[in-house]
């Protein structure tokens, strides 16, 4: 068997102290270049300006507000200047005379509502809208935050996947190496360098598999925000995780059903369908308009006693009322219409606070299983620190093989692993379970971020 390890010919194997002092080493070097990182607000205000749907959504809110000024219009006055020229020819034989002439007119009209329900329901609908856009644009601020952190810490467990799979690399690099000059002294066969070559060869390629996964996280974290190499800053230790507050999943659903913003918008929708029926049967009611008019016309004069043209100003101002009597049956089929709509905006509304009320609790208790296991991990890191120490005795001693000791390396990076990424998914969770109840906001990034390294 080739060996792929240069060692030392000494027939003495070393004490194995290697995998702790190396993953220590790995970890400070990650640590001192996070000097240069950036943290989880920085990041987030970089994909504020970035991030498409979060921009679409800004862009959907301010659209909303001028389409709210246009329903707006119609309960404001309306004006218009209109301007007319002609020119005729006119032949008769009984006046040979003036066979050509023109006239010009100039007016100007205006008029103001008085009373048309219609136009005053479209323009409850129209603040009413500026709600919902609100709430969508809240809705895509939260998820732009969730996404942000979870491209973040994606990036920071694909790091620590590296960093503890290269220590393992380095353990058991030095695990054949013994194993090796155990097998040319006597004291073992060559079962142990076999063994030990062969999970070798695995970490490589688990080595090359954590390569790629960290390359692309960041290639997702550096497109969410908008800028090349982004380098987070990670957690900062020893790691204390914020307690769940409130302890109680149904005050969170409480605040899921008031102010989640699928809720908000459900709500205003049903509001809106309330009104849209409103002005179906609007169209029953009469319209009262104020109006005025003022129109300067010159033209030739009529009278004989009277020659060339004659300039006729005409103010005129009243009121204007219109009744319908019959429209077809179209009315009450619209009628009909918007109440049918209005039972399915009250529907959508109800099923908007059962799907909020199921997600918060879901996401409640998911951190309350992430916070468990990371309790439940912390213990079996030391447990499985503790039996690697202990198998590397009984390998100096002769109680245990080599394959031993390679299973409890394997089982501690393995937990390390585990144990990191089940902090991240606690983070990440609590912002879930504020994103669930409608709570969450940009501040609540500071929290996080308070707990990363400076």
């Known amino acids: 068997m080739n060996a792929h390890i240069t060692t030392p010919s000494s027939a003495v194997a070393p004490r194995f102290t290697v995998s702790r002092v190396a993953l220590g080493a790995l970890l400070a070097l990650g640590c001192a270049s996070a000097a240069q990182a950036q943290n989880l607000v920085e990041l987030y205000e970089s994909a504020r300006g970035y991030d498409a749907g979060f921009l679409s959504a800004r862009s959907a809110y301010e ?73 969508q644009l809240q809705s895509a601020e939260q998820d732009l935050i969730v996404r942000t952190t979870q491209a973040y810490f994606d990036v920071l467990a694909a790091q620590d996947t590296l960093t503890f799979v290269q220590a393992q690399k380095k353990a058991v690099s030095e695990q054949l190496a013994a194993a090796k000059r155990n097998f040319e002294v006597g004291t073992t066969t060559v079962t142990d360098s076999r063994e030990a070559q062969a999970r070798y060869d695995l970490v490589i390629a688990q080595e090359i598999a954590a390569e790629n996964d960290l390359r692309v996280k960041k290639l997702a974290l550096d497109q969410l925000v908008g800028k090349p190499d982004v380098s987070p800053k990670p957690l900062a230790a020893p790691v204390t995780l914020p307690a769940l507050s409130p302890a109680d999943p149904q005050a969170w659903v409480a605040q899921a059903e008031t102010g989640h913003p699928a809720v908000l918008q459900a709500g205003k929708a049903l509001e809106i369908a309330r009104l849209e029926t409103r002005k179906a049967e609007a169209g029953h009611k009469p319209t009262l308009d104020l109006v005025g008019q003022y129109q300067v016309a010159r033209a030739p004069s009529s009278s004989a006693a009277i020659p060339g043209y004659v300039r006729n100003n005409t103010a005129t101002v009243g009121v204007q009322f219109n009744l319908p009597l019959y429209a077809g049956g179209a009315i009450q089929n619209r009628v009909k219409e918007t109440l049918a709509l209005e039972d399915k905006a009250r529907t959508d509304l109800e099923g908007a606070k059962r799907g909020v009320s199921q997600a918060t609790r879901s996401a409640y208790f998911g951190v309350l299983s992430g916070q468990g296991q990371v309790k439940a991990l912390e213990a079996a890191e030391a447990s499985s620190q503790s039996a690697l120490d202990a198998n590397k005795l009984g390998y100096q001693v002769g109680v245990r093989i080599n394959i031993d000791v390679l299973n409890a390396q394997s089982q501690l990076f393995q937990t390390k692993r585990d144990l990191a990424v089940a902090r991240y998914n606690v983070l990440i969770g609590g912002l879930r379970l504020k994103q669930a109840s409608g709570q969450l906001k940009a501040e609540d990034l500071q929290g996080v971020n308070a707990l990363l390294a400076r």
């Open 63 to 135: 659209a909303s507000l001028a389409k709210a000024e246009q329903a707006r219009a119609g309960l404001r006055p309306q004006a218009g200047l209109a301007a007319g020229a002609n020119w005729n020819n006119r032949d008769s034989s009984a006046n040979p005379l003036d066979s050509t002439y023109n006239s010009q007119n100039v007016t100007l009209s205006a008029s103001q509502p008085l009373y048309r329900p219609a136009n005053a329901a479209a323009d409850q609908q129209g603040q009413l809208s500026i709600d919902i856009a609100k709430a």
